[in-house]
């Protein structure tokens, strides 16, 4: 008997392929993995787009106008450095909207969080609140602000 699996499934109104496109152009070891056609569809358009982004698999599934992705769910990116995060934030903003403290939101409504992978340590050891309020007043995160924070 093989064993269950999980992974994440985003509803897109009609351009999943693009997305999971985008998506792979992105991240290390990410690729398309199936793709099923949309019957009847003259286009040739996408039902269901399969893809993995960093051993993680996902779904994009052309469902129509029905339901919206909202930033209820994101897509959390841990980084190491400064430029990683520019590029990762810029790539996702084109055509999207940022939001506050590392999230955005892509132009096919996908909700991302890109955060530096010390935010978390510099957070536990800021017994002060300095590296929280730090972020809190960011859009893009910023590690070398979010450092000097920590440091007071």
Known sequence: MTAPTV???LWYEANAQEAA???CSLFPDARITARMPQIGDPQGRAFL???TLMGQAYTAMNGGPHYKL???ASIMVMVETQAEVDRLWDALLEG???SRCGWLTDRF???WQIIPRALPCLMKADKSGRVVQAMMGMIKLDIAALEAAAKG
């Open 7 to 9: 992974s994440t499934c």
């Open 21 to 23: 496109t985008l998506y």
């Open 49 to 51: 787009v399969e893809f």
């Open 70 to 72: 909202n930033p209820a």
């Open 96 to 98: 999207g909207q940022e």
């Open 109 to 111: 409504g996908l909700s």
